[in-house]
T-cell receptor, first 112, second 113 residues
Framework: GENVEQHPSTLSVQEGDSAVIKCTYS??????FPWYKQELGKGPQLIID?????GEKKDQRIAVTLNKTAKHFSLHITETQPEDSAVYFC???????????FGSGTQLTVLP | DAGITQSPRHKVTETGTPVTLRCHQT?????MYWYRQDPGHGLRLIHY???????DKGEVSDGYSVSRSKTEDFLLTLESATSSQTSVYFC????????????FGPGTRLTVL
C-alpha cells in the first residue's frame, strides 16, 4: 500500500517568513495530493491540492509543488501570519475509492 | 463548510462495551470514510463506503464494522471496545465521479477505560 512520510514534525518561523513542509510518497499510481490544515479541536480543512498532471499550484500565500519522478511534494506558505499556526497534513490518493493516506503531520508555529 | 455532522462528539465507555458512532451528511455525496487520528500517526483509514450497502476495509479495520443503509448516514461500530481504540474519529465525504476532494466532519473523541 501507499506510504507517505512528512517532514519536519515541528516548525517554528517568525511572522512574515516563509514555511516549507515536505512529503514523499511510495505508490507511483497515486495521482492526487491534498494538504489539510487542522486547528485544535477541529476536523482537517482542505487548503490546497494538486493532481499529478500539474507541477505547481498557487492560491494567494499558499503554493504546492509536485515532483512525480522523485515522488515528493511540498507545501509553501509565504508571509506567514499567527493565524497560520496549526497542524498541517499532506496526503496521497490512490485506489478505486480515492482513499487517502496521510503523513504524520507538521505542527507549524508562527511567532509574532 | 460541508454539511457533515458526527455524533456523539465525546464519549467515555468501558472496555468490552459496544459503541456506535454516527456520521450524517447533507451533501448527497457518494463516498463516505471513517478515519482515526492518533498522535504521531496522522489519520488512518478504518473503513469506507462507495454507496448504499457498499463498504470496504481500510488500513486499520480490525475490531471495527460499518453500515450504510442510507446515502446520508454512515455508522461505525466497535463491537467490543478496547483501550487501544481510544482515539479521535473523523468522518469524511467525497462526491466521487472524478472529484477527489474529501471534506471532514468535526470528529468524535472516544475514550475507552
Amino acid at each position: 500500500g501507499e506510504n507517505v512520510e512528512q517532514h519536519p514534525s515541528t516548525l517554528s518561523v517568525q511572522e512574515g517568513d516563509s514555511a516549507v513542509i515536505k512529503c514523499t510518497y511510495s505508490d507511483s499510481a497515486s495521482n492526487y495530493f491534498p494538504w489539510y490544515k487542522q486547528e485544535l479541536g477541529k476536523g482537517p480543512q482542505l487548503i490546497i491540492d494538486i493532481r499529478s498532471n500539474v507541477g505547481e499550484k498557487k492560491d494567494q500565500r499558499i503554493a504546492v509543488t509536485l515532483n512525480k519522478t522523485a515522488k515528493h511534494f511540498s507545501l509553501h506558505i509565504t508571509e506567514t501570519q499567527p493565524e497560520d499556526s496549526a497542524v498541517y497534513f499532506c496526503a496521497a490518493s490512490s485506489g478505486s475509492a480515492r482513499q487517502l493516506t496521510f503523513g504524520s503531520g507538521t505542527q507549524l508555529t508562527v511567532l509574532p | 463548510d460541508a454539511g457533515i455532522t458526527q455524533s456523539p462528539r465525546h464519549k467515555v465507555t468501558e472496555t468490552g462495551t459496544p459503541v456506535t458512532l454516527r456520521c450524517h451528511q447533507t451533501e448527497n455525496h457518494r463516498y463516505m470514510y471513517w478515519y482515526r487520528q492518533d498522535p504521531g500517526h496522522g489519520l488512518r483509514l478504518i473503513h469506507y463506503s462507495y454507496g448504499v450497502k457498499d463498504t470496504d476495509k481500510g488500513e486499520v479495520s480490525d475490531g471495527y464494522s460499518v453500515s450504510r443503509s442510507k446515502t446520508e448516514d454512515f455508522l461505525l461500530t466497535l463491537e467490543s471496545a478496547t483501550s487501544s481504540q481510544t482515539s479521535v474519529y473523523f468522518c469524511a465525504i467525497s462526491e466521487g465521479t472524478g472529484q477527489d476532494e474529501q471534506f471532514f466532519g468535526p470528529g468524535t473523541r472516544l475514550t475507552v477505560l
